[in-house]
């Protein structure tokens, strides 16, 4: 069935109290409706002073167009402004249709109503479209256009419910554990809407030690769970006997060593948070189990019967989830359930030496703090060098770790002599010669830019004439960068 929704325009479908016939409904019948073969006008209004308008305006659709199926409903709305509660029920509403081409009349309605249609289209993974009309006063025709808006909308779970926001301000505050560069500030600020947005499951990527558990416990500590608990837990850490056991618990006499009841870390963390990190390498069986969790909202403890719990999901995977639903290693529809606000998370290679810079000015200021020291280290230049010409394989955490190394063994000022061996052989396949280094800079940014000169010299903070100049210097050819 092809299904075309919209709500009563209360001000625009009338005029003086008749149906106006340049209104957003009328004109959509007149134009559209039958060109585009709709089974079915669900035509939405709030209940109260609407049931009438809503006869009359039905009334009269069905005496211009005959052959045009119309089926209003009333829907019971307290407040045409609260989000929460129009999306609940309009979701309601296309959930019924999901087997369905739904066409949403997006243009009547208030602002909340729209957002609803907004969330529901990009959240619901249903087969929606979002339509306008631009009025014939804006067309040179004399009659109305459609328009269709071009958002992308993805595959998730039904019943996603947009809890309002209980916090003040409208973008996060950083804290001093935190180090948000250009980089990966689109990442914090994509995770600060999916915190805002509850039950939206978010599936975390990134190379071992990018943040992504760092990342994860900013969403919880931005959602209005902040007050309840957050667990993590690495899945790739336990075979499936015992994974199952700490996720959902067990009772007692359920297998052999079950001497009790235990609570499990879904049922602890009731309310609140649970991260599940490597969720790539859990196997088929868990899998499945955890698909039917995210299906009914509820877990199974071993041994034991169907428990509701009301957890938010967070999950990660150093691996290319795609890859392995590609190689059957991963199931889609579980993938498609996780990945509702997909976030992902660059490598340090990535994030280029500026922000590495950045990020070892940080720690080296972090950890004098939290390992009480009296005084800050100080790198020499070159030993600085060795830092910033490192492949960082350990991203982040190796980075970290290897500030805390330096706390620990050498004097206030570290120089090559202090820096660890692996470091230095990385180091020595590349010539720490200015020019070299200067030559490998330009290729890399080149590189990240895709051969755009202009943005490359400016991300460098150099004239465009001096890039030129260095590069026909060294020998390097803009036509190797366009894609
Ligand atoms: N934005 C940041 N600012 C400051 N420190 C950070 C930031 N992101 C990550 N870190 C630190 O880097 C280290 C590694 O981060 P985290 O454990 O979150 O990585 P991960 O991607 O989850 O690693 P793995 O894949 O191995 O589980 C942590 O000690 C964390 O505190």
Redesign the pocket.
Known sequence: MKILVSWLAYNNDFDNGQVNTAGPTYNYHQYFFEQEGYDQHLLLATESKEDLPITRLKNKLDADFPKHNIQPKIISINDPIDLKEIKTKVEQILLEYSDDEIDIFFSPGTSAMQLAWYICHTTLGLQTRLIQLRSSRFTDDDKPERLFIDVESTEIPKGVILKQKQTSSDTFEYTE?????DS?KPV?ENAYKVAQTDNVTTL?Q?????????????IHENSIRNNSTYIPI?CSAFNDDLLESRLFGHKKGAFTGANEDKEGIFKKADGGTVFL??IGDISSYMQQVLLRVLEEKEITPIGGTPEKVDVRIIT?S?KDLVELCKEDLFRWDLFYRLNVAPLE?PSLQERGRDEIEK?IS??VK?KKKTLKKDSQLELTKEARNLLLNYGWA????E???LIERLYVFSDKEVTVEDIPSFVKENNSEKSLLLDDIEKRHIDYVMTLYDGNQTRSAEAMGIALNTLKNKMDKYGLDRQNYLN
């Open positions: 554990d935190y180090l948000i560069t990966i914090y975390i990134g190379e071992t030690g990018t943040g992504k558990e760092h990342l994860a416990r900013f690495n990190d490597e990660a150093n998370l990020l940080f720690f972090q350990g991203n982040i955490r980075l970290e770790n």
